[in-house]
């Protein structure tokens, strides 16, 4: 039995980071934009600077692979024991070895143009970097309707589909939580690649966070998570398979192996 207190403290994550997020705006409006946006990175990359080891960094920049480099990314997580190409304040420019994962960081996913180019960029900055790595979309808020009787709009459905292994987590607002599962879904025992989208009701930062920590775990430690961390992490007594969004799973056609 999982501890009732770990799902309220989840909760507050989601409190924490919806009661700031339009700070910035209360005070410039809808003027700039690009500032409230740079606002909510800001934001995140804060908590996660308190929850993260003390050898993980976490900027803004670029990661160099040899004659690649990815476009611009929101928050980069990267292990600052190797060094770095450049390094200044919050902004960096990485070595694919040292990183853990990137985020892309939306105010609001929406079925249009927009959510399917940040799937799109998140992509190919995976494929660039070359390394399982976590890659995911943190979306404030969303307006698209995920009730029984909707189907996934054809933008972010075919956005998705086009995804070469790399993108695995997104949050669509607090409630909406979506995992790429590159072996199957570990409670369907087919081994096809899929997308499972999940309903957790004011948990679906929570999750994304510890997903990422998760990621971070396995790689720098090689082993998986003991039961009391793995319970701190997930605090869904059922488990969150039991909340999937069946009706939305996106199954892929063969497993993909990244390089």
Not at 45 to 64: A, Q, R
Request: glycine fraction near 8%; proline fraction near 3%.
């Amino acid at each position: 039995m999982r501890n009732s207190d770990f799902t309220a403290y989840h909760e507050s994550i989601t409190a924490e980071l919806l009661a700031s997020r339009n700070r910035v705006r209360y005070f410039i409006g809808n003027r700039h934009w690009g500032e409230d946006g740079r606002f909510k990175e800001v934001l995140l990359m804060n908590y996660l600077k308190k929850v993260l080891p003390s050898n993980i960094s976490i900027g803004t920049g670029f990661v160099s692979n040899g004659q690649e480099i990815t476009s611009q990314i929101d928050l980069i997580i990267y292990d600052n024991s190797i060094p770095t190409l450049f390094s200044e304040g919050d902004f960096v420019i990485a070595l694919p070895e040292s990183i853990y994962g990137i985020i892309e960081v939306k105010s609001k996913l929406s079925a249009n143009e927009k959510c399917s180019n940040a799937i799109i960029k998140a992509n190919k900055n995976g494929e660039i970097i070359g390394n399982n790595i976590f890659n995911g979309i943190f979306g404030y808020e969303s307006d698209i309707s995920f009730s029984e009787n909707r189907v996934l709009p054809d933008t972010v459905k075919h956005a998705l589909l086009s995804n070469n292994g790399y993108i695995n987590h997104i949050t669509f607002g607090p409630d909406i939580f979506v995992k790429y599962w590159g072996e199957g879904n570990p409670e369907d025992i087919d081994e096809l690649e899929c997308f499972s989208f999940y309903k957790l009701r004011n948990l679906s930062f929570g999750y994304f966070i510890s997903n990422l920590i998760e990621t971070i775990h396995i790689k720098s430690r090689n082993q998986p998570l003991s039961d009391n961390l793995s319970d701190f992490l997930y605090p869904v007594n059922e488990g969150k398979e039991t909340r999937r969004l069946k009706h939305l799973e996106m199954k892929l056609r063969v497993p993909i192996s990244r390089g």
